[in-house]
């Protein structure tokens, strides 16, 4: 939008890419569109192409870009929540996190043969940014002993006695799923190891959570929302980001989406808490 | 239940089995059970073994037979659904469902490298008994030309038109995702290469539909279901069906999801055939 | 070749798709080739193009062809063994073998949790074609109980026998692996039914045993073939067929390998027979 | 065989854990072994309960210390080689190695997906201890721009030139895999960042390559170094470890293995690097 560079889709363009993960645009963050004269320059390249509805596909940031550009251009434009974090408010579900979710679960059940077999503490770093959506779905899925999410305080002596309670139990590994967004987890891991006497071992899950054939659910979502916006922009409804919401599509004012924090459910910790016992 | 073959459980029994497909309870269909004496035989148990809680997990089968327990025996019992078809009322999901999906996806994924390098039509028979509830999401979400379930009666005409439609758009090869309720998708096949004049290949997806390591959500649903359950025996709240609707996990009576039949959402049905245009 | 449709590929054509499965040639089976003059086109072509290295990437129906080709053109004509069957002579193994072998076992184990929790006897039917390389090392890679391909007479009496024999050792489910090549396996589930009394499910893995990401040991196959072949090429070693033997890759005849069965290595069903007593 | 645990094994105690990651058999490094007292322990149990022969499963460690016990003890002793590492001299292959290898490809394949998207170098570390065994295959695999093992130097200019080589060709994105033998992987990123200008992201593999269901490959390897192994001890012909080589199975010395260091195959390296120009 700020160079000007347009090509025209067509169902063909799309034809074969629905298993493919990553994107066919390359799109990417970019820097200029964070100041006013990137703003206005995308408003001008709309203009000039007379283009009168915008679907923009990613997470908060790129929202918050939408809204500005809101203000410059007479576009209609319409969010659509794709990121593996899932904080978008406003819908329960973005695409691309029910696909990170199960890269991730695929990987940690993989530690866990190695976890079991040898009796030893491991620590598993997913990414959220500085959200825990994705910490807590992994760690509930696979099992976790313990779930270490930024929204809730946890203190290395919580996490240590229930180690020890576990292994009063007869539970001789343990697999910890910790949000990237709690911060140094190979301190963490360090100090366990000190205080348990339990050797302790770190996997930070990596960009593969980012990529990857999409799943059946994250298409689904993907299909649905792609047809709520298109409906939208159809009658001129802009300004707005379509979501999931019990269970139905629906849409909220995208100045809504990216300005309120979408809370964490702690019921599913609570949850996690309850089975691992 | 017919036996008296009990075994108590503790949180150990289901320790580092999360990631696992099949059951450890090694279940499968009664015929005993169908009959007014294995019923009889069942509440007896129950009774002698001072059992007043049961949790019955499975389709609409193991819920008709549950409640048809209940109108002899004093538990409480809980339906948690629990099959690949989702053909279950007063639930959106059963768990197990997006495991069979993603399985079928997968799959159907791998046979479309060899529908597009030689330019053929598959059919893939998917599960679904009845009906066509697997069938819809999986050609959704594999992006299928066509989608043939019971519930929508389509005559080989339509297909055949829409075939010849696709290929003067310039596709040249096609993935049509069958229901295996439709009937004999081998003489199907047989008539649209007939009419056509390309080659049509089936492939039936056969058991691995009902295996397989459980994808995050299918462990989710089972998770929340688990728990809603327990909190239903816990206050005496019987005769219940544990069920996703509307986001939220709740609950209906077992008479009444057992008895009514649960619609197919065709909204799908019509946005898979707007995007494979 | 034979209507001169060619295309210049660089090493920019082919990035990006080393994880695809499929092929971007979109080259099937040709029968115009299988004619003298088909064969004359082609050799006219590859004249009039000044080409004077070909490289064919197949099976023995290929390579057949390629050295039917050999006698009326001067190009240096390589021979690439790539086929899910295994059955070309000159190489323990073909592109695309371990990839096959590796998607059937991840069916099979997705049965087998089926099978072992409902005690059933399970027959899966692989590909093959003609011949039982895939069946044996798929079934002995799953554990199976019985293997049957076409090189190994097995009357249904030997196979139900086997099978009341693990039943009397305690081993309530079965899985037996047969190769396409072995005829009607639905009757033949059938009468073993009839046979043992007890329940027996067949599922025909499909298509997708041709597609999918490939393995890692089918792309390293694939990178060493390639480079032998260009090798070849560029000291004129043409009417090869490239191959794994004893660890290394060399070269055979093509007329060799495209007139000389291969032999099965029966050493593995007995492997298979031992390891599922 | 220090403490003196044993237990017997029948064929049924094996059942269906063929698909399983991990160990049943919970073993992992015993410092005590390692000591003298520990080596005549293990003589006096094995002496005391009549063991003539013994299995040694796993990498040079384990059989530097089975050489060793077999100093003071009368048991046939063979080493099956088991590592990810692939390190065992005598063998072309270990169990396990194949499926690590596997494990990663999938995930530095959905690494590509991001890299790709957005033009960014990524180093993927994966494991291999003090050996490139891993990283060479892996790498030649993924089809990666640049592999960096601890046998070939490889100072960082020649990684920054052959980057900007490739920018020059087009390519906009690149996976560097590197073993983690070769050191701190992070700081390399931070120097090619700075070098380049372009991001660079460090995606550390973790212990999930140890773990996960076995390849085919991997199972078929198990079963011959079994069967072998057997074979081996019924004739009396211990201190070996029995390896694939030249495509079949053998045995060398115990006493050889666990003292040669196993030769990196370079030419997988030159392949990879041509195939990546």
Redesign the interface.
């Known amino acids: 939008m700020i160079t000007g560079a347009f090509q025209q889709l067509t ?2 363009s799309v ?2 890419i ?6 066919i645009l ?3 963050r970019c820097l200029e569109f964070e100041t006013k004269r990137g703003i206005e320059k995308a408003a001008e390249t709309l203009a000039s192409n007379k283009i009168d509805g915008l679907v923009v596909i990613g997470g908060n940031g790129s929202f918050k870009g939408a809204q500005e550009l809101s203000k410059h251009a007479d576009a209609s434009i319409i969010g659509v929540p794709a990121s593996i974090d899932n904080d978008v408010y406003g819908t ?1 579900e973005t695409i691309g996190f ?1 696909t990170a ?3 991730a ?10 976890a ?4 030893r503490i ?1 620590i ?1 770093e997913v990414m959220g940014r500085t959200r825990g959506f994705l910490a807590s ?2 760690g ?4 976790a002993e313990i779930i270490l999410v930024p929204e809730v305080k946890c203190d290395r002596s919580m996490v240590v006695g229930k180690l020890e309670e576990n292994r009063a ?3 001789r590994s343990a697999i910890i799923v910790a949000a990237e967004g709690i911060g140094d987890t190979r301190s963490l891991g360090a100090e366990i190891e000190k205080d348990t006497g339990t050797e302790v ?13 999409p ?3 994250s ?2 979502l993907a ?2 929302f792609a ?1 709520k916006a298109v409906k939208l922009l159809l009658r001129g409804d802009g300004d707005s980001v379509v979501g ?5 599509i629906g849409r909220i004012d995208i100045q809504k989406s990216s300005s309120i924090e979408k809370p964490l459910d702690l019921s599913l910790l609570e ?2 808490n ?2 691992s ?1």
């Open positions: 169902p063909r034809g074969g629905i298993q493919l993960g990553g994107t390359h799109t990417s329960d029910d979710v199960n890269t679960v695929t990987e940690i059940d993989k530690i866990r043969d190695t079991i077999s040898h009796e491991f598993t779905t992994v509930l899925t696979v099992g139990k007869g539970k071992r770190l996997s930070v899950l990596g960009y593969a959570q980012r990529g990857g054939s799943t059946a659910r298409r689904l299909s649905m047809e999931l919401r019990e269970g139905k949850l996690a309850v089975l016992t």
